[in-house]
């Protein structure tokens, strides 16, 4: 099976993190999203992957290529005119293999094994009380008959989770060109649910799979949601430093630097990160960034940026209450 990555996006809900780096790899749990993407499909077996690049598409494939020794094809698309536009830039890729589609901003935690023995293609999803912001499907005695972007109706609870086994890659290809030589865009943009949905018009037969493992990196505070997973499956716990506490789940990478601090629970400091004199918990340190003299609670650190606090010296009068913020 070969993975095809799409990451072309702005990241626009990540700001301003995606202002240096693209969203994918933002660092979530000590590495970048992408990392855990890659990680998870290459102990799965899954070897060749093309990643659709656009804003700041050059880290990534430095990233890729200094890191994995994937089969990695690099498709750039200049327009983000949409997924399905997207997809249809890399239809190269489209071709005997099955494919996996997976979205560059989602850590999924599924067995891929469940797809091998597929006969049709099948769509991940999982049950969500709001479906508004997502593609859902519609399903009839086991197969989809319809998909709908975004839905305002109530019509399905069944969320389309961004990972898409395509059994036969050739017929999506098609479907792609009929999308975009008959310019047909729903808000304004190529979705590759619109291409499902001609395939399914077409008799293609799709089912589901279910995703209870589904984490989404789109936004500040589904990324700290994301690294409070991550963690929490994590069974190893670095070895506190004299002088420190690290309260579990962490992560501390080996060449970050941590003095006189309490650090956890939901806490990861990455690589050349140096934490002083400080506490932090359920929050992200990325890459050399310097955290001194402060608390910091559900926050995010970009990579090299710097913040310090100050300790207050207060003279407090028997029954008073103060209550500080930072
Ligand atoms: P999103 O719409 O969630 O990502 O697309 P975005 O555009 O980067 O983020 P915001 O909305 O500006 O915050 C989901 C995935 O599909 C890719 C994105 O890179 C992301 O991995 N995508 C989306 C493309 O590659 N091309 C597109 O035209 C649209």
Redesign the pocket.
Known sequence: MHAI??????????RPF?HSL???LVNVAGKPILGHILDSLVAQGITSATI????KGDLVEDYVRSNYGLDARFVQ?D?????G??IWVARESLADEPVLII????VFDVDLSILATRQFSSLGVKHVDDPRRFGVVIEDGGYVTRLVEKPEAAVSNMAIV?LYYIHQPARLRVALDRLINENIRTKG??QLTDALQIMVDDGEKFTTFKVEGWYDC??PETLLQTNRFLLTKRSEMPTAPVGCVFVPPVHVDPAAIVEHSVVGPYASISKGAVVRNSIVRDSIVSDNASVADIALDQSIIGENAEVTGRFSTINLGDASVVRLSQ
Do not use: C, N, S
Not at 79 to 83: F, P, R
Not at 103 to 106: E, I, P, Q, V, W
């Open positions: 990555i799409p990451v072309a996006g702005i990241g626009t809900r990540l995606t693209p969203k994918v659709i690049t656009g804003y698309q327009e983000m005119l949409g997924l536009h997207a979205l560059g901003d989602t961004g943009e190529y789109g936004k």
